[in-house]
């Protein structure tokens, strides 16, 4: 939910940066460009069998 959030904001930014008036009046500062965050969602192999998972209940 977090990651969402934080891509729909990312999203909402880069849209206002691309207004003209922003850019003429210099309102974006000098920060940099806000980027997404995408991450996998499987647990990494090592941590074997997860219970409520499909593997763990057979």
Do not use: C, K, S, Y
């Not at 909402?12 to 309102?27: I, K, M, P």
């Amino acid at each position: 939910m977090a990651r969402r959030f934080h891509n729909d904001a990312v999203r909402a930014a880069r849209a206002l940066r691309r207004h003209r008036t922003v850019r003429w009046f210099r309102l974006a500062g000098h920060a940099p460009f806000p980027l997404a965050f995408e991450m996998d969602d499987e647990p990494p192999a090592a941590l074997g069998r997860v219970p409520g998972t499909e593997e763990a209940d057979r």
